[in-house]
């Protein structure tokens, strides 16, 4: 399985961006995918995950009602939709995929990462 992720960039508090992650072809195939995020000096966090199906999500509190995970299964694509973005969500974000995310399974694969700066 072999990920890249897209989409990041320079954008303004209170502006948006959409990420984006290609994935290898079949990826979709049980796969649940996820987005994390590394600020400078901070762990590296669980933003936010799919299932395999689209039928469970999981999202890190601080990004609830902002940011919008969801996937093309056709395209092997995974997506991460934020809005009214804040300085603090300034990190490195990184898509991933596993099996059985959502019952304790781990994150096999991961992509390089795309840089998101939220910044007036």
């Known amino acids: 399985v072999q990920l890249q992720a897209s989409g990041g960039g320079l954008v303004q508090p209170g502006g948006s961006l959409r990420l984006s992650c290609a994935a290898s072809?079949?990826?979709?195939?049980?796969?649940?995918m996820g987005w994390f995020r590394k600020a400078p000096g901070k762990e590296r966090v669980l933003v936010a995950r799919?299932?395999?199906?689209?039928?469970?999500?999981y999202y890190l509190d601080s990004v609830k009602g902002r940011f919008t995970i969801s996937r093309d299964n056709a395209k092997d694509t995974l997506y991460l939709q934020m809005n009214t973005l804040k300085p603090e969500d300034t990190a490195l974000y990184y898509c991933?995929?596993?099996?059985?995310?959502?019952?304790?399974?781990?994150?096999?694969?991961w992509g390089q990462g795309t840089l998101v700066t939220v910044s007036s």
């Open positions: 799919i299932a395999w199906s689209g039928s469970q999500t």
């Open positions: 991933a995929a596993g099996r059985g995310v959502f019952y304790g399974g781990v994150y096999a694969y």
């Open positions: 072809r079949g990826t979709s195939n049980g796969y649940d």
